[in-house]
């Protein structure tokens, strides 16, 4: 209920939900070129490379969602508001001309800007918000990893 204790929990939700995306996307940007011409066939390989792109963009737009939430829960839905609808005038300004210039690729180009102005726009008013260093909001420390861990044990020994 008090408002520092808000802020930590948004803070370590921050550190966390961006490692482990982060975590989660590199591993899958290293196995999608090759899962995916075995998953769709050969004659895809050339589309690899766009998939890792989306694949990207698609970690981004999670982490969107993570911040967004959060920030919601601050009381602070116009900052999200304003941060969708800033993504959505990129995609509307990019999205013709990139995919109209190089295709697929163009278009998820245009997609990972868009959703890369919406957590820019997310994390720099949580920045602000916050009143904290930028590494406190964005990278985890020791501290979060041994409280990770706990968690995590805690859950296994409930089930």
């Known amino acids: 209920t008090d408002a520092e204790g808000r802020h930590q929990r948004f803070r370590f939700g921050t550190r966390l939900g961006i490692a482990l995306t982060i975590l989660v996307a590199a591993g899958a940007a290293v196995v999608t070129p090759v899962l995916f011409p075995l998953i769709f066939g050969g004659a895809y390989r050339p589309a690899a490379g766009t998939a890792v792109l989306v694949t990207i963009g698609s970690t981004v737009a999670a982490l969107n969602l993570l911040l967004g939430e959060a920030t919601k829960g601050l009381g602070r839905p116009r900052v999200v ?3 969708e609808l800033i993504g959505l005038v990129a995609t509307a300004v990019l999205l013709i001309p990139l995919s109209l210039a ?3 690729i163009g278009a998820a ?3 990972l800007v868009a959703y890369s102005a919406t957590a820019m726009i997310l994390v720099v008013d949580a920045h602000a918000h916050q009143r904290c260093r930028w590494r ?12 990770t861990i706990s968690m995590a044990r805690h859950v296994v020994a409930r089930d």
Do not use: P, Q, W, Y
Request: proline share 0%; net charge negative; hydrophobic share 50%.
């Open 102 to 104: 190089i295709g697929i």
């Open 136 to 147: 406190d909001l964005l990278f985890m420390d020791r501290e979060d990893l041994r409280t």
């Open 109 to 111: 180009l245009a997609s």
């Open 81 to 83: 508001l304003k941060a």
